[in-house]
């Protein structure tokens, strides 16, 4: 006699499979959020620069730091199509000074942050998919779609048997 598998099993392990896959996106999607959010922060940077770069000794000011802290930020965020800090060392335009592989490089900078927001939002989306994905694997589609579609408390109540 052959063996019969028990199609609620099945379901049971594809939807564990689902939710595993779920859950994984989403740590990938948070500890991507923490790396994006905190490149992106200019009070971070800007603290940064203050607190790490001998600014008088270039013969700057605290308030060309910040303003290079938020031109940087500005351009890597998009908000800014190039990135030409305005800042003067020792009496020279930056621009005289910030050789262009440098300038290359913050280009490519730029990409990746850009590139960045939008494995964010994707990420996102297919985490939430993969967990609705599980949720009718294991409740059923018809429970799942009324829960968000229609009604979520009669779908809640019914489930609850009440």
């Known amino acids: 006699m052959a063996y019969d598998r028990d199609p609620a099993g099945q379901t049971h392990r594809g939807a564990f499979f689902r939710c595993f896959l779920a859950s994984f996106l989403l740590v990938l999607v948070a500890a991507g959020a923490c790396v994006y959010f905190n490149a992106v922060d200019r009070q971070l940077f800007e603290t940064a620069l203050l607190e790490n770069v001998d600014y008088a000794a270039l ?11 938020e031109e940087t930020i500005l351009f890597l965020t998009d908000a800014q199509d190039s990135w030409e800090p305005s800042i003067t060392v020792a009496g020279f335009p930056a621009s005289r000074f910030i050789p262009q592989n440098f300038r290359d490089h913050m280009v490519t900078v730029k990409g990746w942050v850009s590139a960045a927001s939008a494995l964010l939002v ?15 694997t294991m409740l059923g589609k018809h429970l799942v779609d009324s829960v968000v579609l229609a009604n979520p408390e009669e779908a809640l109540l019914s489930t609850l048997g009440r």
């Open 59 to 69: 013969g700057m000011d605290a308030d060309s730091m910040r303003s290079f802290a």
């Open 122 to 136: 994707c990420g996102t989306v297919a985490a939430v998919e993969a967990g609705a994905a599980a949720a009718r």
